[in-house]
């Protein structure tokens, strides 16, 4: 059972603005300015201090408040000077000031930044008892002090190397630490002595930290850089000197893969530690249902009889984080000799969750084996292609053997605002008021589960609704379209969904798993990877109204016999910036059936895309949308124009009291700078078009067997 322990969130931060800082630069053409945060720095803090953090990523510039999944985190946005000759108060948007309450058990804890373009991604926040030390990113060459019994945070910068001097062993053990708070560095550690001779190095493996329980008592020297010589403000780490026992930087992060989705809430089964086993050569024999841990590189040969039932395997390890890549070999041991011949059933990955371009996928090998007449052997060769570093460290690795019992889970994650995997950035949510976004729904199926899921937005906030959505048991993902109507209320806040189904003809509810694009795609990590988060952040921006809302006219399920026709009619709502043509593309369609691209030409308010299905079509319930693609006509930071036109205007209001002529003249002076400004902002401001993707609401669909 996978739990987080941080699931309260909470918002300290009153919004006050009068001039917003504009780098048109940052702006992702591909889709509205949405929040994306690639760093928050520092990101370790001390447990009953204040401290202030600096968020890095893009579409910055208006963040104005930061949300942690522990209520004793609290955050305000850091004033910023006065304007010349003005007394309204400004802020440093992307800069706060973090208190963290002494009750605040140390730990890691999640951190949503957002601001006028909805919720960003998390991003993870680590808290110590230890002190924290910053080191600056000055570039010098000169050896840091290293201070014993703190954690020392600063951020490589690329083709360098940071140099520490550890003297006379007042320093005994240190843990080096990146991925534990989401930092995208692959740390190089390295010891040398007096006579610049290396006596220890080190790279980082999965997603632990780099830890030594021994120095040398001697003057040494401890450099530190990333990999693959990459740097930037993304790139931070902390290095622990002399770590207490609860120091979470020692530890692996808390926040596993999405695809740690298969070893959620699996029910208790005997379990045998492999790596205590008699070394005499042979398989180990287990009797199912079992589960076996053990330790990667080591090869595993298991035997068991699956007696009359259909049998099931799983194996978990790269789900768990490793980086492993196991292929399991299933093979019908023969008695009449002892050659194992060639194997009936072989698996490498288990199957992808779907995702819409977030790699949800894993490494693990998943098999089934069928029922057999009578008592039957089987023989597992289980071997790990990726072989043990220099090192020789290991992975745990789990293999559960047992039953086929039927079992879903189930997941959902924000859906990315692009078809293109490439740019799918770190986003969060963006939600207007009257618009529309898509949640992508997933279930993982085992052991023949053939059921369908409905899934249900619980205790929505006011004016939020999202229409109860099925995905069909031939189906594994749909979308669920969340709505927000014109006059709902403004929220920041986490979402809670059930997915309710039928197990053995019994009602059963569970809790949706949520999941977070964790690092945006690169050359190096291909597409965008993700994790497991314990919370779902949405924002409800009441200063915005979406150009354009879709929806079906009915309200009920439309029927269709399968082999027949269907018309779908769609009902478009038009704003100011939603004139323009949109394509309309049907999502998750019920398998054998088919709807074509439909335009909806400029300014048309109505479309009746034709559903053709086959006899083929399975009978049953399902939901559909459609995913929309058109130009949104938005302006950038508008409110970055009002406050400085409104800062002129107070001036103005200045100059006509004032009788002081000197005075009057450096008044003067900065209302014609205001008013430059002012025609600067009024050009980058302007309504520009963003190619856009998004969502109409659900469609609910049932298809009738053929007659």
């Known amino acids: 059972m996978i739990e987080f322990n941080h699931r309260s969130s909470i918002v300290v931060c009153s919004f006050s603005s009068f001039l917003y800082v504009v780098i048109a630069a940052s702006i992702t053409p591909a889709q509205p300015p949405i929040i994306a945060v690639d760093a928050i720095y520092p990101p370790v803090c001390t447990v009953g201090t204040m401290s202030e953090v600096r968020v890095y990523g893009k579409n910055i510039q208006a963040v104005d408040q930061l949300h942690f999944s522990h209520p004793g985190i609290s955050a305000s946005c850091k004033p910023a000077p006065l304007l010349a000759h003005d007394d309204a108060p400004q802020f440093e948007f992307g800069t706060f000031a973090i208190k963290i309450d002494a009750s605040v058990p140390t730990g890691v804890y999640e951190a949503h930044a957002s601001g006028r373009y909805g919720v960003s991604n998390p991003r993870s926040f680590v808290v110590v008892t230890e002190s924290v030390v910053l080191i600056p990113d000055d570039g010098s060459s000169e050896p840091k002090k290293l201070t ?8 490589l910068r690329k083709h360098d190397r940071v140099t520490f001097a550890l003297n006379g062993g007042s320093i005994q053990s240190l843990a080096c630490a990146t991925h534990v708070f989401d930092s995208f560095a692959l740390p190089k550690v390295v010891l040398k002595n007096a006579n610049g001779n290396t006596i220890r190095s080190d790279r980082t493996i999965d997603r632990n930290p780099i830890a030594w329980d021994s120095i040398p008592v001697e003057d040494l020297r401890l450099e ?23 120091n979470p930087l020692k530890n692996a992060s808390p926040y596993l893969p999405a695809s740690a989705l298969g070893s959620v809430d699996l029910p208790n089964v005997p ?10 050569k042979g398989p180990l024999r287990v009797t199912p249902p079992v589960e076996i841990v053990a330790n990667n590189p080591r090869d595993l ?13 799983q194996v978990f390890s790269n789900s768990l984080g490793h980086s492993t890549d196991f292929r399991a070999l299933a093979y019908r041991p023969s008695k009449d000799s002892g050659a194992l011949g060639s194997p009936f059933q072989t698996s490498e990955d288990s199957p992808a969750l779907g995702s819409k371009g977030v790699l949800l996928g894993s490494l693990d090998p998943r098999m089934n084996f069928p029922k057999k007449e009578g008592n039957s052997e089987t023989l597992l060769s289980l071997s790990n292609l990726q072989t043990a570093n220099s090192r020789g460290m290991v992975s745990p690795f789990r293999v559960r053997i047992g039953p086929s019992t039927p079992r879903f889970v189930a997941l959902a994650h924000w859906t990315p605002w692009t078809n293109n995997a490439a740019v799918a950035s770190l986003t969060g949510s963006y939600l207007p008021r009257g618009g529309q ?23 929505a906030p006011a004016g939020v609704t999202a229409k109860p959505t099925v995905i069909h048991p031939s189906q594994s993902e749909t979308e669920m379209v969340i709505y927000a109507s014109e006059d709902a209320a403004p929220f920041v806040g986490a979402l809670k969904l059930v997915a309710r189904s039928q197990l053995n003809g019994q009602p059963v509810e569970q809790i949706v798993y949520t999941a977070t694009i964790h690092q945006g795609a690169t050359p190096e990590r291909g597409l965008p990877r993700s994790r497991l988060t314990p919370q779902l952040m949405l924002k409800v921006n009441e200063q915005d109204l979406a150009p354009i809302t879709i929806q079906c006219s009915s309200e009920t399920a439309l029927e269709v016999k399968a082999g027949e026709k269907l018309k779908l009619p769609l009902v478009a709502k038009r704003r100011a910036g939603g004139e323009a043509k949109c394509v309309l593309r049907a999502q998750n369609l019920p398998s054998k059936a088919t709807l074509a691209d439909t335009e909806l030409a400029p300014n048309v308010l ?21 995913q929309a693609e058109m130009p949104w006509k938005l302006p950038l930071h508008p409110k970055s124009l009002a406050n400085h036109v409104a800062y002129r205007d107070r001036l103005k209001v200045k100059l006509d009291a004032s009788k002081d002529e000197p005075f009057r003249k450096e008044l003067e002076q900065s209302i014609a700078t205001a008013n430059t400004r002012i025609e600067q902002l009024t050009k980058e401001t302007a309504a520009r078009d963003f190619p856009t993707f998004f969502y109409t609401t659900s469609i609910r669909i049932r298809v009738l067997p053929s007659p």
């Open 301 to 313: 040969l298991v035997q068991w009889n699956d007696g009359d039932a259909p049998m099931e395997l």
């Open 271 to 280: 379990i045998v530690d492999a790596n205590r086993q008699p070394s005499e």
């Open 606 to 626: 109505e479309a009746s895309p034709e559903l053709v299905t086959t006899k083929e079509t399975p009978a049953g319930e399902y939901s559909i949308c459609f």
């Open 437 to 459: 976004l898509g949640l992508h729904l997933i279930v993982q199926r085992t052991g023949g589960f053939a059921e369908p899921v409905e899934f249900s937005l619980v205790d």
């Open 148 to 155: 014993a019994g703190a954690v020392s945070v600063g951020k």
């Open 224 to 246: 530190i850089s990333d990999e693959i010589y990459r740097g930037g403000e993304t790139f931070a780490y902390a290095i622990c000197a002399n770590p207490k026992s609860d």
